[in-house]
């Protein structure tokens, strides 16, 4: 629905809300989706240089608002976080087994962040977009920007799992999180592991580009670790819809095998198609499973946020954006940029993926506020998984990628791709270096 209003009718809408993903503003619909807006501003000081506006706090747009500003010092960045507090993802599996503590992964503030790094934090959800009057609408008001960037992250899709009425959805992410996206979900399956007191734990791994390809794997090994060094009569059934382990197998086989012998079950190709909650029971094709605790990871698709503000690709399977594989645009309009979670690209859905690929995208709109352009660059996928928690051991992997023979996107895994998959103290004490330099990387100047 597209069509020109006057302000008094405008005005009775009251607010701002997405409507039938047109853009209808006071005056007239601007071409392409957007979000009715009041008209108030955000409260927010002038812009002193082209306003780059970032919405989502999480590694990627960090990065990227941190080294925007360091690229082309000119940019007025505004960075726009629905949380007042963070908290990682990453790392979290280690906090289950008691390697860590809570500070460890939540001792962070965005205040700082934009302190040190000389851009706005600005807490408040966005609802809205008019790409036409390059207007972000949020819950505190319009934003004007010469350029956005996208990096909501991530959603669930329960329908994966064959679950489709909401009463079971809500259910399952209260009672059983996949614990990939909302810090609260860490301290409800931290809670679920430090109570659980024997029976069967299930773990799913979802299929398709789901965000932390070990991290289903390395959960399993840490939850496992605590059964064993506390004696308790369970064990660990990690159902994989995926035919093999996803990333690191040899290494994740050896501490399914080594360690945890008797303790973990690993069933490949088991994807889940029903879930009866009642009955604590999931179903696959050939066969059904009763649990006593779970942590269920439906799988993923882009965050809901870029399908609200019209930047979907209709033809994705995980509904991600439709964006430049090369410079991160959306198609057609070089001032909206999508990165992190929600692109489209075969890279990895991990932090250090997306703390490198921030850098290149801070480069790119550096070069193209001044009229200029650069050679795609690949990101690098650095990733550390812990496989013993007594002692700490891990192993890991680092990968980069290359385009394809045309050269127009992503092919796959570069050469120089190296897989480091005996479990090591070296690498358990790597694991959480790599983790304290994110959040350095992220947080100070």
Request: glycine share 10%; hydrophobic share 35%.
């Amino acid at each position: 629905m597209s069509e020109c209003i006057n302000r008094r009718d405008f005005l009775k809408m009251g607010g701002a809300a997405v409507v039938g993903g047109a853009a209808v503003t006071a005056g007239c619909a601007s071409a392409g989706p957007a979000a009715v807006s009041a008209g108030f501003k955000a409260a927010l000081p002038k812009a002193k240089g082209p306003r780059l506006v970032i919405v989502g706090g999480g590694t990627s747009g960090l990065t990227i608002a941190k080294h925007a500003k360091k690229e082309y010092p000119k940019f007025d960045i505004v960075l726009v976080e629905k949380r007042d507090m963070y908290s990682s993802c990453f790392s979290s599996n280690l906090w289950y087994a008691g390697l860590i503590n809570l500070e460890f992964l939540a001792d962070h503030s965005f205040l700082d962040a934009a302190r040190n790094n000389h851009y706005i934090y600005f807490n408040a959800t966005a609802t809205g977009l008019d790409r036409a009057g390059r207007k972000l609408i949020t819950s505190e008001g319009e934003i004007d920007y010469d350029f956005l960037v996208v990096a909501p992250g991530i959603s669930y899709d329960y329908n994966r799992i064959g679950v489709k009425d909401e009463d079971t959805i809500d259910a399952l992410r209260t009672g059983y999180p996949g614990g990939f996206i909302s810090p609260t979900e860490h301290v409800t399956i931290r809670r679920k592991v430090q109570e659980f007191e024997g029976g069967l734990f299930l773990q799913y791994v979802p299929n398709g580009n789901y965000r932390c390809l070990p991290g289903p794997y390395e959960r399993a090994c840490m939850i496992a670790s605590h059964i064993k060094k506390n004696k308790l009569k369970g064990k660990v059934l990690v159902l994989d819809a995926n035919p093999e382990i996803t990333i690191k197998k040899d290494g994740f086989h050896a501490a399914f095998k080594e360690l945890y012998n008797g303790i973990v079950e690993y069933k490949p190709g088991s994807a889940i198609t029903g879930v009866d909650l009642a009955k604590k029971t999931v179903k696959t094709e050939f066969d059904s499973y009763r649990f006593e605790d779970a942590s269920i990871y439906p799988g993923v698709r882009a965050s809901t946020l870029i399908e609200h503000l019209g930047l979907m690709d209709a033809k994705s399977p995980q509904k991600e954006a439709l964006i430049s594989q090369l410079k991160y645009n959306y198609i057609g309009d070089e001032r909206v940029y999508v990165t992190g979670d929600s692109r489209p690209h075969p890279y990895s859905k991990s932090a250090n993926t997306a703390n490198t690929e921030g850098r290149y995208v801070a480069k790119v709109l550096a070069a193209r506020a001044q009229g200029k352009d650069i050679t795609w660059y690949s990101p690098r996928t650095v990733c550390y998984s812990m496989v013993n928690a007594n002692p700490p051991e891990a192993i890991s992997v680092d990968a980069g990628y290359v385009l394809n023979k045309e050269g127009t996107a992503v092919g796959g895994f570069s050469p120089d791709t190296k897989l480091f998959e005996k479990r090591d103290a070296a690498k358990g004490r790597g694991t959480l270096e790599w983790a304290r330099g994110m959040y350095r990387a992220m947080f100070e100047g």
